[in-house]
């Protein structure tokens, strides 16, 4: 069983950062692939961005320049960067971690940005 873990949520500022982290635990078949999403309440999730094994990344229009994902070797520990935060972008956080037997999710990370 995979446990993944996200922190790094909170309120700042708009115009401000803020860097979300993603762990993940147990019985780990190799990450293919690592994806955070986002929720605002009553809507939809809306995938924000990816990272596969290889290295490759992309990004949704709405967050392309201002985010960057990164992750270890084994994607293990992904990071999204948030920069020139938007209040648009508040919503809760989620990591997905896609392996060979199925997709994992994490319990999510709040985000808020306000003045």
């Known amino acids: 069983q995979v446990r993944l873990v996200e922190s790094g949520g909170g309120l700042v500022q708009p115009g401000g950062s803020l860097r979300l982290s993603c762990v993940a635990s147990?019985?780990?078949?190799?990450?293919?692939?690592m994806a955070w999403h986002r929720q605002a309440p009553w809507k939809q999730r809306e995938l924000v961005a990816t990272?596969?094994?290889?290295?490759?990344?992309n990004y949704a229009d709405s967050v392309k320049g201002r985010f960057t994902i990164s992750g270890d070797n084994a994607l293990n520990t992904v990071t999204l960067q948030l920069n020139s935060l938007k209040p648009e972008d508040t919503a809760v956080y989620y990591c997905?971690?896609?392996?060979?037997?199925?997709?994992?999710w994490g319990q999510g990370t709040q985000v808020t940005v306000s003045s």
């Open positions: 990272i596969t094994s290889s290295g490759s990344t």
């Open positions: 997905n971690a896609h392996t060979f037997v199925g997709n994992y």
């Open positions: 147990g019985s780990i078949f190799r990450i293919g692939a």
